[in-house]
């Protein structure tokens, strides 16, 4: 995750702080909310910081730098998704059309099924054009089982039969693949709002999520896309797409810090195996790249 104009522009900053230039801290805060760090948050971070270091006599690079990281951490969250073996769990997929929900959703599935659980993929986009189709595709290159139905259908009930299906095997996670569409966003949320109710009585307790897929280098807009589908349904987990770019890379800290979504999951790439969990520590690290 290469964010080279970000930590130039903070390797700038650092040498200026060496300088004990006046402008530092107002400079820091610029550069934060220009590092796609929500505005409140870049402007309480650089407060906190410039008052730890008057309190602490911090005069040293090094240490301003470690003062900064331990705040950013203190404001990142993460969060493991282990569904139960045995159990009917239910990860639903959210997140505008573009930001690579259908296939992050074949990317978990086949992260799963290569940790022995089985696996079970809900076209419950039934609207978009060619929506299922796609899924269908990721289905059979992943090798793992699909439950659709036709163009148009209710999205609830594909998730009804998927979750049926999951059960009448023993248990297996169900990860539903829904719309996007926040241009006809009173829809979008009468839609998700009642795939919800469904999902909530046909997982099992404890066994439900949902998981809203954002791309990484769309910085506020990604807050923005978060806290339409965090008020629509609410949302327990984040999955970072495009994240092997040039994405600036903030949007993690405001996630974190303004809707107390932690991330579950990173994509890097356009393979399947491309998907890690994600590091808080890893990730700051590279938010301050070369800084650390």
């Known amino acids: 995750m290469a964010k080279i104009g970000f930590a130039k522009k903070l390797a700038q ?3 200026l702080y060496k300088n004990k230039d006046g402008d530092f801290f107002d400079d820091l805060t610029d ?9 409140k948050t870049a402007f309480e971070i650089t407060e906190t910081l410039e008052k730890i270091c008057r309190e602490k006599h911090i005069k040293d690079e090094s240490e301003m730098i470690a003062e900064l990281k331990t705040l950013l951490l203190s404001y990142v969250k993460s969060v ?4 139960q073996k045995g159990k009917v769990s239910l990860y639903m997929f959210l997140g505008v059309n573009g930001a690579g929900k259908t296939t992050s959703t074949a990317k978990i599935a086949n992260y799963y099924k290569e940790k022995q659980f089985p696996v079970i993929l809900a076209a419950a986009d039934t609207f978009r054009a060619a929506a299922i189709e796609q899924l269908t595709y990721h289905a059979e290159k992943v090798d793992v089982r699909i439950v659709a139905h036709q163009h148009g259908a209710d999205p609830a009930a594909v998730v009804f ?5 999951a059960r009448a095997k023993g248990g297996a996670v169900v990860l539903a693949d829904t719309a996007g569409r926040l241009h006809n966003k009173e829809n979008l ?4 709002q009642k795939i919800d ?23 506020q807009n990604a807050l923005r896309q978060a806290e339409v589908f965090n008020e629509a349904v609410g949302v327990d987990a984040a ?5 092997d770019s040039t994405a600036k890379g903030g949007v993690a800290v405001s996630l974190g810090k303004e809707l107390g979504i932690p ?3 990173v994509c890097t790439g356009e393979k399947y195996q491309d998907i890690a969990p994600f590091s808080p520590e890893k990730y700051v690290d590279e938010l301050l790249e070369g800084q650390v």
């Open 161 to 165: 039969d998927a979750t049926e299906a």
């Open 13 to 15: 900053l650092f040498g």
């Open 263 to 265: 991330v579950a999951f």
């Open 80 to 83: 493991e998704l282990v569904p």
């Open 189 to 192: 949320v009468r839609e998700l």
């Open 31 to 39: 550069s934060l909310v220009e590092g796609d760090i929500g505005a």
């Open 239 to 243: 999955i970072l797409t495009k994240y």
């Open 197 to 219: 109710r469904i999902a909530g009585q046909k997982a099992d307790e404890g066994c439900y999520k949902k998981i809203i897929v954002l791309d990484a280098t769309t910085g």
